[in-house]
Structures are given as C-alpha cells and as structure tokens.
C-alpha cells in the first residue's frame, strides 16, 4: 500500500466490488480505538470535565469527539442513512424521487458496481457542500473575522466561506447573486453561498443557498436541486466540545425539510496540529478502475 492511499471496498452479489478511492492519512490503531495521527478524542480524557464555552467562539481546529470514523458516513446522511428501513425513507417529491432513482451510487440501499456508477465524486469533480460533511468529515478549522467565518475541510484541501457582514442571501437561488456592490456575476456553486448570525452567545446559524444541483447530498446518492437551502446550526457545548446539525430544505425535491446530521459532537484539537492531505487523485481513480472496478462489473476494454 502506498504511503497515504486507501480504498475503501464492499461486495455487491457474489463478484462486484464497489469503491470509493481518495488518499487520506492513515490511522492509528491503540486499544481498539482509531484516531488520526495527533488528535485527541473523549475516550482520551475519561471522567475529565471541560471548562465553560467562551463566547461566540467557534474557532478552532475540530475533529469528531467520539473517534476518528464517527463523521464517515458511506452509506449516506448520518441520520438518515440509505438502508431500506421505512423509517429512513426520504420525503421525496415526485421530481425528486426521479433524480434519485437517475442517481447510480455505488454505496447504500441502491447502489451499483462502481464501474457502472455516475457519482460525480470519483472523477474527482467537486463534491461541494454539505456532502463534504455528510460523507467524509475529519479534520475541520474555523476561523472568524469580523466579517466572515471560514471553515478549512481536510477532505480534498477545500474550504467555504460564511458571511456575517449583514449581507442577505440571494433571493432567487435558481439565479443567486450578492445584493453587495461590485459582487460577481450570478452563477450557480459548487459550495454556494452562505451567511450566518450569532443566536445567542454560543449558537452560530448559517443559512446557503444557490448551489449547482450537479452534486449529490451525500455519498448514497440523495440528489438536491437549484431550491437547496442547507441551514447548520453550530452549538459551543462547552471550552472542548462543539456541535454540528444540518437540516436540508429543498422543496422542489422533498415535501418537507429533514435533518441529515444531528448534533454531531466534535473536539477541539491542538492549534498545532495541522490538517493533512485527503486528495482525489484522478490518476489512482483510473488506475483502479482497470485493475479491479471494470473486471468486477464485467467491463471489457
């Protein structure tokens, strides 16, 4: 195995093998836990108590509190996970079910051989907000300014932007623009655009809209459309602890808002440690399609 490269394999059937491929930091194994290389985690300070949140602070590098797998999700939102139980089923608009069922993941309850799939992600297109959180989060570093919070992902070095200087979000997300003086012209993002305000003294909401409907939701195929609204909550818990809920509102492709990540908890790292490389790296993504994705679904060349 090279030096920061994995892949992640599953069977379908007897023979297909699905595959998501990124490089990402090996881990740590002690005492049954996982960790990345320098974070600490709770099960690290059993029985400890944390001091009390500071105010209107959510910098920080984070990592999530409970170990270094609790943010992955292959299967789909965390809470709701693509998996066949009724319970977990989407509140899908007609439109929206027909994006879905067009979708062809190579994880969850609908998923095909990775040869096979459309996933934009392995191609190493963006994967964009929130997916980069309801699939893969590790590592994440939040900076504040007066005038803007801006989040640092460590999975494929991207990062976003959350306004606080007073601006409004674009009115029309199908066509979303600044209402600020000399802004850009209107398009689409990957990412979108989002602005965020203080609630109290230790809950920041962020509100994005305005996003290109390319991407996926999550990693089990969920779709969205240009109507995405995406609100995160973050709650300083305490000095060590923060939490992230995501709510998804998009009522062209679902009847009503749900919430794909509740309270995930996540634990203030060193300001040291830095956030390593987690890249896709189209050549390795080609390279293991000849060798094992294409042979396992019966793709000739």
Known sequence: MKKHFMVLTCAVGAAAVIAALFVMPRVAFGQGEVRQPGAKYDFDFKGQKPAPAPRRDISGVWEPAAGAGAGINANGAQQMPSDGKPEHELPFTPEGRKAFVNNKPTYGFTQVPSALTNDPMPGCDPQGFPRIVLHNAHHEQILQTATQVVILYQFNKKWRTIWTDGRKLPSNPEVPAWDTKGSPPPEARFWGYSVGRWVDD???????????????????GRPHSDALHVIETYHRVDADHLEKTITIDDPKYYTRPWVALDKLPYRLQSPSLEIPEQECVPSET????????????????
Do not use: C, I, M
Not at 202 to 220: C, E, I, K, P
Not at 287 to 301: E, R
């Open 202 to 220: 230790y809950t920041f909401v962020a509100d994005s809209n305005g996003f290109d409907d390319r991407t996926w939701l999550d990693n089990a």
């Open 286 to 301: 080609a390279k293991y399609n000849q060798l094992f994705a294409d042979p396992a679904a019966g793709v000739k060349h």
